[in-house]
T-cell receptor, first 111, second 114 residues
Framework: DQQVKQNSPSLSVQEGRISILNCDYTNSMFDYFLWYKKYPAEGPTFLIS?????DKNEDGRFTVFLNKSAKHLSLHIVPSQPGDSAVYFC??????????FGTGTSLTVIP | EPEVTQTPSHQVTQMGQEVILRCVPI?????FYWYRQILGQKVEFLVS????????KSEIFDDQFSVERPDGSNFTLKIRSTKLEDSAMYFC????????????FGSGTQLSVL
C-alpha cells in the first residue's frame, strides 16, 4: 500500500539552481505533511512541514507547496548547495500519529 | 542541540533469538515512536507510545514486538523471536507534541538477523 509516493529515485542539480522534489499521496484524509533529509548512517532529520490548511510554507531556502486537489506536494530548495546532497523523504499523516513515508529521492547537488 | 540516541548502532543476531533495541528520547519529549527501514525500501511506522501506553501500532507490530519505557529515560523495542525479515534499520523518534510535528529521529540501529 503505497500511500505516499516519490516517483523520482534520484535528482541531480547544479549548485545555485533550484531543486524540486515531488511527492504524491493517495489518502485524502492526510492533513499533515513533513519533509525529512537523511544522510548515510544517520537518522532522518526534520526539514519542514505543512498542514492541509495551508498551500505553502517557507523556511529559508526551503519551501513546501501543497496541492490538495492533486494530492501532491513539492519541496523547493533555492539556491541548492552541495551540502544539500542527501536522500529526501516526504511523509504524510492523518492527525499526526502514524506517518507514512515515501521511498525517498536522492538529491545530488553538483558544485 | 538535544538528540535522540540509540544503542547499539549495529546488532547481529541468530534467527529465533530475542533482541532489545534501546533508545534515549529527548528529555522533555512525551511522544515516542519506532520506525524501521528495510534496505532499499521506505521508512515504515511500527508503533507510537505515550503515557506508558501504545497509542497506535501498524500491522508490522505483531505479538513478536513489544515496547517499554522501563525508567524515565529509556524507550526499548523488543523483538521476541527474530526472523530473517526483521533485518532492517530501526529508528527511534520522539516528539514534544502529539501531532508528530518535528519528529526527532535517532541515528538508528542496524539489525541483521542471520
Amino acid at each position: 500500500d503505497q500511500q505516499v509516493k516519490q516517483n523520482s529515485p534520484s535528482l541531480s542539480v547544479q549548485e545555485g539552481r533550484i531543486s524540486i522534489l515531488n511527492c504524491d499521496y493517495t489518502n485524502s484524509m492526510f492533513d499533515y505533511f513533513l519533509w525529512y533529509k537523511k544522510y548515510p548512517a544517520e537518522g532522518p532529520t526534520f526539514l519542514i512541514s505543512i498542514s492541509s490548511i495551508k498551500d505553502k510554507n517557507e523556511d529559508g531556502r526551503f519551501t513546501v507547496f501543497l496541492n490538495k486537489s492533486a494530492k501532491h506536494l513539492s519541496l523547493h530548495i533555492v539556491p541548492s548547495q552541495p551540502g544539500d546532497s542527501a536522500v529526501y523523504f516526504c511523509a504524510a499523516s492523518e492527525s499526526g500519529n502514524q506517518f507514512y513515508f515515501g521511498t525517498g529521492t536522492s538529491l545530488t547537488v553538483i558544485p | 542541540e538535544p538528540e535522540v540516541t540509540q544503542t547499539p548502532s549495529h546488532q547481529v543476531t541468530q534467527m529465533g533469538q530475542e533482541v532489545i533495541l534501546r533508545c534515549v528520547p529527548i528529555s522533555n519529549h512525551l511522544y515516542f515512536y519506532w520506525y524501521r527501514q528495510i534496505l532499499g525500501q521506505k521508512v515504515e511506522f511500527l508503533v507510537s507510545f505515550y503515557n506508558n501506553e501504545i497509542s497506535e501500532k501498524s500491522e508490522i507490530f505483531d505479538d513478536q514486538f513489544s515496547v517499554e519505557r522501563p525508567d524515565g529515560s529509556n524507550f526499548t523495542l523488543k523483538i521476541r523471536s527474530t526472523k530473517l525479515e526483521d533485518s532492517a534499520m530501526y529508528f527511534c523518534a520522539s516528539s514534544p507534541r502529539p501531532d508528530g510535528e518535528k519528529l526527532f529521529f535517532g541515528s538508528g540501529t542496524q539489525l541483521s538477523v542471520l
